[in-house]
């Protein structure tokens, strides 16, 4: 079985666990999310059948909330921390340099699909602020000026 | 059960974990091991501590020594000193704000953090290993549950609740009693009881804080209310974001299952009644109960009017009672000790203890939990330490994107629900951000304009469309092109939309302009008319400058300046040309000599 094909049969897993439960389109979606890192048109339709429901309906879900994205993310998901107190300690300085640095406008992703930079809600580390992830690992009391020596440390410089 | 000489506890909260906390407790129990103590010494990874400032934090007890801001590193010698010698590591210990000493004698509850706290819906976390359901019952887990199902009727338990003063913690101050009275009046075959773990006002996290370090409160609490509401399920909602809490979440049930203390047949009562954890997946107005339910159901999280309340027409249509996190920690303290013990702390209207999440311009960043009346100067001086580096206090914010900034006049409010309102802001969740001069108000009202523009989910016209226009009016004038009546037009757009929105969100989204405008007017009018930022903090409004007497032409400015604005050579003085800076601020934070500066 290809790559694609095995997510596919996982997906079908997931939709056949969760069939009978009340609400169940939300935890597929997030399923769908885990195993494809997004939830495109396909898949999408994949659950309206799977689940008995319309393709709108899924649409207007995977839509309305932000954790569901419709494109692929890059390699490294780099999610500056906006909430009030990593503000207030100069997180969208830290949030412009990154994106100066990567060349792209926040909520975006780099062209060798290496970055995707993004603003987020609190993280609630608000003891480390300003705060942010690149795929889980979490930077905390940042100033601008780590900003190129972190990033060189996933562009596999360092 | 194996008895040790001493225990180390280590934090695991979210805050300490991503400083490390994870890397220390392996590093422990190696060093544990290497030196042959694993029979007489156990390491615990316990919540949150609450001093996030100082983490990653350890305890050693008996001792109850306070390790602070510990590295890999200071393992060994903790291990080699304290646990195998009895030496304190004194160089490790954690230095108290106030008299600026590290005391390693000094007890927990004698720092003076924690001294002005009274730890309820907190007093487990940071004291129990919340992965393991014994030390929950060890610290008289469980126990109010039982007395609620075999000495106490269900409207005993209610009016216990009634009686106690208990008001919701998630913001609204609803006496939590009656929800629980209106829900048990309801007729119905099935109800549900839920619970709100979307804590999403940005700066709070004392609710994840809880379901990481205390989650079993949650699930007595939560079973508690299904008995006297008679629910036999209960959903948990949380936010998808709190990865170690949802852990912990799914472990505790687990256990409670396994125990007996869910499920069928509770305590041989014939009481039914189990849990499950449903995720969010980031939406802002999922924390609205309307919504939040909606978004259990499958479906896109958007408020929908009241009445119907939840109590008669919630979850799949049945009677729902829903309460915060929070709120749930005290309920099972309020059944064991009684009404009148909760009720002897507070205020008139306000009992009990509320937990704010301290941050921002404060030297102590963390978790505080205190009696309702506390005024905010002993938050934020005595508890809090103040504002780092020296800066003065500009305003406090509290109660996130629906409350308000407070100036210094009002820091000898006590706070409480009603107070706080009277005041010009409002409890929330219990979000407490501090700011100093370097602060713009004005900005700092745009910020939370921008976040409920981005979070509005869209449904009503005022909301959706009114709070954009307020945001354009606010990005204009912190950009310097306001105009003379702008502070009018936010006015009369924030009554509209107070007014005429359709949920919570909407009609508290206009508060922290109004508050900010109350209080600071005057910056506004300073922007708009002087085409001034008098915090030196909106880019479009400000020049940086180098002062002659201070630079030693060390060209360290020039170096860095990405846009090549600084001339002057060595040893002189040097200039930036304002036309082309592109005031990035680079030069000012390489400056070694505090030449230059922003005006």
Same mark, same amino acid.
């Given at each position: 079985?290809?790559?694609?094909?095995?997510?596919?049969?996982?997906?079908?897993?997931?939709?056949?666990?969760?069939?009978?439960?009340?609400?169940?389109?939300?935890?597929?979606?997030?399923?769908?999310?885990?195993?494809?890192?997004?939830?495109?048109?396909?898949?999408?339709?994949?659950?309206?059948?799977?689940?008995?429901?319309?393709?709108?309906?899924?649409?207007?879900?995977?839509?309305?909330?932000?954790?569901?994205?419709?494109?692929?993310?890059?390699?490294?998901?780099?999610?500056?921390?906006?909430?009030?107190?990593?503000?207030?300690?100069?997180?969208?300085?830290?949030?412009?340099?990154?994106?100066?640095?990567?060349?792209?406008?926040?909520?975006?992703?780099?062209?060798?699909?290496?970055?995707?930079?993004?603003?987020?809600?609190?993280?609630?580390?608000?003891?480390?602020?300003?705060?942010?992830?690149?795929?889980?690992?979490?930077?905390?009391?940042?100033?601008?000026?780590?900003?190129?020596?972190?990033?060189?440390?996933?562009?596999?410089?360092? | 059960?194996?008895?040790?000489?001493?225990?180390?506890?280590?934090?695991?909260?979210?805050?300490?974990?991503?400083?490390?906390?994870?890397?220390?407790?392996?590093?422990?129990?190696?060093?544990?091991?290497?030196?042959?103590?694993?029979?007489?010494?156990?390491?615990?990874?316990?919540? !949150?501590?609450?001093?996030?400032?100082?983490?990653?934090?350890?305890?050693?007890?008996?001792?109850?020594?306070?390790?602070?801001?510990?590295?890999?590193?200071?393992?060994?010698?903790?291990?080699?000193?304290?646990?195998?010698?009895?030496?304190?590591?004194?160089?490790?210990?954690?230095?108290?704000?106030?008299?600026?000493?590290?005391?390693?004698?000094?007890?927990?509850?004698?720092?003076?953090?924690?001294?002005?706290?009274?730890?309820?819906?907190?007093?487990?976390?940071?004291?129990?290993?919340?992965?393991?359901?014994?030390?929950?019952?060890?610290?008289?887990?469980?126990?109010?549950?039982?007395?609620?199902?075999?000495?106490?009727?269900?409207?005993?338990?209610?009016?216990?609740?009634?009686?106690?003063?208990?008001?919701?913690?998630?913001?609204?101050?609803?006496?939590?009693?009656?929800?629980?009275?209106?829900?048990?009046?309801?007729?119905?075959?099935?109800?549900?009881?839920?619970?709100?773990?979307?804590?999403?006002?940005?700066?709070?996290?004392?609710?994840?804080?809880?379901?990481?370090?205390?989650?079993?409160?949650?699930?007595?609490?939560?079973?508690?209310?299904?008995?006297?509401?008679?629910?036999?399920?209960?959903?948990?909602?949380?936010?998808?974001?709190?990865?170690?809490?949802?852990?912990?979440?799914?472990?505790?049930?687990?256990?409670?299952?396994?125990?007996?203390?869910?499920?069928?047949?509770?305590?041989?009562?014939?009481?039914?009644?189990?849990?499950?954890?449903?995720?969010?997946?980031?939406?802002?107005?999922?924390?609205?109960?309307?919504?939040?339910?909606?978004?259990?159901?499958?479906?896109?999280?958007?408020?929908?009017?009241?009445?119907?309340?939840?109590?008669?027409?919630?979850?799949?249509?049945?009677?729902?009672?829903?309460?915060?996190?929070?709120?749930?920690?005290?309920?099972?303290?309020?059944?064991?000790?009684?009404?009148?013990?909760?009720?002897?702390?507070?205020?008139?209207?306000?009992?009990?203890?509320?937990?704010?999440?301290?941050?921002?311009?404060?030297?102590?960043?963390?978790?505080?939990?205190?009696?309702?009346?506390?005024?905010?100067?002993?938050?934020?001086?005595?508890?809090?330490?103040?504002?780092?580096?020296?800066?003065?206090?500009?305003?406090?914010?509290?109660?996130?994107?629906?409350?308000?900034?407070?100036?210094?006049?009002?820091?000898?409010?006590?706070?409480?629900?009603?107070?706080?309102?009277?005041?010009?802001?409002?409890?929330?969740?219990?979000?407490?951000?501090?700011?100093?001069?370097?602060? !713009?108000?004005?900005?700092?009202?745009?910020?939370?304009?921008?976040?409920?523009?981005?979070?509005?989910?869209?449904?009503?016209?005022?909301?959706?469309?009114?709070?954009?226009?307020?945001?354009?009016?606010?990005?204009?004038?912190?950009?310097?092109?306001?105009?003379?009546?702008?502070?009018?037009?936010?006015?009369?757009?924030?009554?509209?939309?107070?007014?005429?929105?359709?949920?919570?969100?909407?009609?508290?989204?206009?508060?922290?302009?109004?508050?900010?405008?109350?209080?600071?007017?005057?910056?506004?009018?300073?922007?708009?008319?002087?085409?001034?930022?008098?915090?030196?903090?909106?880019?479009?409004?400000?020049?940086?400058?180098?002062?002659?007497?201070?630079?030693?032409?060390?060209?360290?400015?020039?170096?860095?300046?990405?846009?090549?604005?600084?001339?002057?050579?060595?040893?002189?003085?040097?200039?930036?040309?304002?036309?082309?800076?592109?005031?990035?601020?680079?030069?000012?934070?390489?400056?070694?000599?505090?030449?230059?500066?922003?005006?």
């Amino acid at each position: 079985m290809s790559e694609m094909e095995s997510k596919y049969a996982e997906l079908r897993q997931i939709i056949e666990a969760h069939k009978d439960w009340p609400g169940a389109l939300m935890p597929v979606l997030q399923g769908a999310q885990e195993i494809f890192g997004c939830v495109p048109e396909d898949v999408q339709k994949i659950i309206a059948e799977g689940l008995g429901v319309t393709l709108s309906e899924v649409y207007g879900v995977a839509t309305f909330y932000s954790q569901f994205s419709l494109q692929p993310k890059g390699e490294y998901v780099i999610s500056v921390c906006l909430g009030t107190a990593c503000y207030v300690k100069g997180s969208q300085m830290v949030l412009d340099k990154l994106s100066e640095e990567l060349g792209i406008p926040v909520g975006s992703t780099t062209k060798d699909g290496k970055f995707t930079l993004q603003a987020t809600r609190c993280l609630g580390a608000c003891g480390l602020a300003p705060v942010m992830t690149i795929n889980g690992d979490v930077y905390g009391r940042l100033t601008p000026d780590q900003v190129p020596g972190i990033l060189a440390k996933y562009r596999g410089e360092a | 059960m194996d008895i040790y000489r001493a225990h180390v506890l280590v934090c695991g909260g979210t805050g300490c974990s991503s400083s490390g906390s994870a890397t220390l407790i392996d590093r422990f129990n190696e060093k544990i091991a290497e030196n042959h103590l694993d029979k007489e010494v156990k390491v615990i990874r316990t919540g !949150c501590f609450g001093l996030c400032e100082a983490g990653p934090v350890v305890i050693v007890y008996p001792d109850g020594t306070f390790y602070s801001r510990v590295k890999p590193e200071d393992v060994d010698e903790i291990v080699t000193e304290h646990l195998l010698k009895g030496r304190k590591v004194e160089h490790l210990v954690y230095v108290d704000h106030a008299t600026r000493q590290q005391d390693a004698e000094k007890k927990l509850e004698d720092i003076t953090f924690y001294k002005h706290q009274h730890r309820i819906a907190l007093r487990n976390c940071g004291v129990i290993d919340p992965e393991n359901i014994d030390e929950y019952l060890a610290m008289d887990g469980y126990r109010a549950l039982e007395k609620a199902l075999t000495q106490m009727t269900r409207e005993e338990v209610i009016d216990e609740i009634l009686k106690s003063g208990l008001r919701g913690r998630g913001g609204g101050g609803f006496p939590t009693g009656l929800k629980w009275k209106f829900t048990y009046q309801s007729q119905a075959d099935q109800k549900y009881v839920a619970c709100n773990a979307d804590e999403g006002d940005p700066g709070a996290f004392m609710d994840r804080s809880i379901l990481e370090g205390d989650p079993h409160a949650i699930i007595e609490a939560m079973a508690i209310a299904g008995y006297a509401i008679g629910a036999s399920q209960g959903y948990i909602y949380v936010r998808a974001e709190y990865p170690i809490a949802v852990k912990r979440l799914s472990i505790a049930i687990d256990q409670a299952r396994e125990y007996g203390l869910l499920g069928k047949n509770i305590f041989e009562t014939g009481f039914d009644f189990d849990l499950n954890i449903r995720l969010g997946a980031g939406a802002f107005v999922c924390g609205e109960e309307t919504a939040l339910m909606h978004s259990i159901e499958g479906k896109r999280g958007e408020p929908t009017a009241r009445p119907p309340f939840p109590a008669v027409k919630g979850l799949f249509g049945k009677p729902t009672m829903l309460n915060n996190v929070e709120t749930y920690a005290n309920v099972a303290q309020i059944i064991l000790h009684g009404a009148d013990w909760y009720a002897s702390m507070g205020t008139e209207k306000s009992k009990g203890t509320k937990v704010f999440a301290l941050g921002g311009k404060i030297n102590n960043t963390g978790l505080v939990e205190i009696p309702m009346g506390t005024p905010l100067r002993t938050i934020i001086y005595d508890i809090g330490g103040g504002c780092p580096n020296g800066k003065k206090f500009k305003a406090v914010q509290t109660g996130g994107p629906s409350g308000g900034c407070l100036p210094e006049s009002l820091l000898d409010t006590p706070v409480d629900y009603d107070n706080l309102i009277a005041a010009g802001s409002m409890m929330g969740s219990g979000g407490m951000i501090v700011m100093d001069e370097d602060n !713009c108000m004005v900005d700092i009202a745009r910020f939370y304009l921008d976040f409920i523009v981005d979070e509005s989910c869209g449904k009503c016209a005022p909301c959706r469309i009114g709070t954009k226009r307020m945001k354009e009016i606010l990005d204009r004038i912190v950009e310097g092109k306001g105009e003379e009546g702008d502070i009018e037009k936010l006015e009369q757009l924030a009554q509209t939309i107070k007014n005429t929105a359709l949920c919570g969100l909407g009609q508290t989204a206009p508060n922290p302009v109004l508050s900010t405008l109350k209080f600071f007017r005057d910056e506004y009018e300073a922007h708009i008319k002087e085409k001034r930022c008098p915090a030196h903090h909106c880019r479009s409004l400000l020049q940086y400058k180098i002062d002659p007497a201070k630079c030693k032409g060390c060209t360290a400015c020039a170096r860095i300046c990405p846009a090549e604005a600084i001339s002057g050579t060595v040893k002189q003085p040097h200039v930036i040309d304002v036309q082309k800076c592109l005031k990035c601020g680079s030069c000012m934070e390489k400056c070694r000599f505090g030449a230059i500066s922003r005006v």
